[in-house]
């Protein structure tokens, strides 16, 4: 019966509670120009954020009505909600065929060092790699040994013993990480004859043609013994990537910045891909999927997997004028037989070369020191001869 007579009269109904929700803004309003602000605010207050309206006057009418803490909170409330910076607006239109960039094309060498320094490095505490210690066959070990040597002497030969060290730890660290193949020599030569580019520069840019310096690759060898005995480089931790100083790719906002050691920097993924916890990668040890063909770069003078050590060329001899000083020199060429390149240009001395007239007045000098040097010696000194007396 009462449901009955209020659809009957709903629209009396909702007349009745317009009329007074109006009298009631018109009497707040009448309180608030009078100087008595009324006990609730609460609607004005909820229109205000809705509005999304954060400036001074908005903020001091929010705090009427409030305790002091109540209205020191809003406040900061407020000044997070204004000093959020806007997130990054994306491309209206994207190309596959052309990726994003930040418009760093052509950098100099100089000008990529300074855009790496201004790079922050982590605050966060680095976690270590677990130790990697290899298993499988002996064909398998020393296959694997010999793509890690080779890593590291390409990448790294002139670096310190951490240097090299960091460049094994990060081979190590992807085949751990899913995103990469399972193996030391998969890792080494991932992408090297695909068209996308290889991950390791020397296993595509023509490095392996060249022939190897024997105390380097030794010294390359024992960092990649010790990598694969369970040595375990901390300061890297689970970096995945590295790059030299002097160049900045297109990548590298993409990452997070751990350190940089010699040459290189190293970087970690973002997110949980960057932690430790993500390294659940088990290695294949299936090592001789890649052929000897390939680890050589099709050149025989480059040491294959059955190469402990390269074995240097003869000695070989040149002779160097400099200054008008003439010197015969020996030297071990690993690559005896190879096509050298030729460089234009001239020996300059390491003091001012004398003048002909300054050469002849020297070689005049030098002929009077050979001369008297070549007289015979006087022998010691006659008395002179007595007079005889006379008769």
Request: net charge positive.
């Amino acid at each position: 019966m009462l449901r009955a007579r209020l659809r009957r009269h709903w629209p009396l109904v909702l007349g009745a509670l317009a009329a007074c929700v109006g009298a009631g803004g018109l009497a707040v309003d009448a309180w608030v120009k009078a100087g008595r602000a009324p006990v609730d605010q609460t609607p004005r207050r909820v229109a205000l954020i809705a509005r999304g309206d954060w400036s001074d006057g908005v903020l001091d009418r929010l705090a009427e009505g409030q305790s002091t803490g109540g209205a020191a909170i809003s406040r900061r409330a407020a000044a997070r909600e204004r000093w959020t910076p806007p997130g990054p607006r994306g491309w209206p239109r994207y190309d596959l065929a052309r990726l994003p960039s930040l418009g760093f094309h052509d950098l100099s060498w100089d000008a990529a060092r300074r855009i790496n320094a201004l790079i922050p490095p982590s605050p966060l505490a680095i976690e270590p790699a677990r130790p990697f210690v290899l298993s499988g066959d002996a064909a398998n070990r020393a296959r694997a040994q010999h793509c890690l040597t080779q890593a590291v002497y390409f990448e790294a030969a002139q670096e310190s013993d951490d240097g090299q060290a960091a460049v094994a730890q990060v081979v190590l660290n992807r085949v751990r990480h899913p995103g990469f193949p399972k193996t030391i020599c998969g890792v080494v030569y991932q992408g090297a004859k695909a068209q996308t580019g290889c991950q390791f520069s020397f296993t595509c840019d023509g490095s392996l043609a060249r022939g190897v310096a024997a105390e380097a690759w030794r010294r390359a060898e024992g960092a990649a013994k010790r990598a694969l005995a369970g040595r375990v480089f901390a300061p890297v931790g689970v970096s995945t990537h590295y790059y030299a100083a002097y160049v900045f790719p297109y990548w590298s906002p993409t990452l997070v910045k751990l350190r940089q050691i010699g040459a290189h920097i190293f970087f970690r993924m973002t997110g949980p891909d960057g932690t430790l916890a993500a390294f659940t990668g088990r290695y294949g040890g299936d090592e001789m999927k890649i052929p000897d063909s390939v680890l050589t770069g099709g050149d025989a003078r480059t040491p294959n997997a059955s190469v402990v050590v390269p074995q240097v060329g003869k000695p070989r001899t040149f002779t160097l004028a400099v200054g008008g000083e003439v010197k015969t020199y020996t030297v071990a060429d690993p690559t005896t037989g190879a096509v050298k390149a030729r460089v234009a240009g001239t020996i300059q001395p390491t003091r001012r070369a004398p003048t002909p007239d300054e050469v002849k007045a020297i070689n005049e000098s030098l002929g009077r020191l050979e001369a008297q040097r070549a007289a015979p010696a006087p022998g010691p000194a006659q008395p002179p001869p007595s007079t005889p007396p006379n008769p």
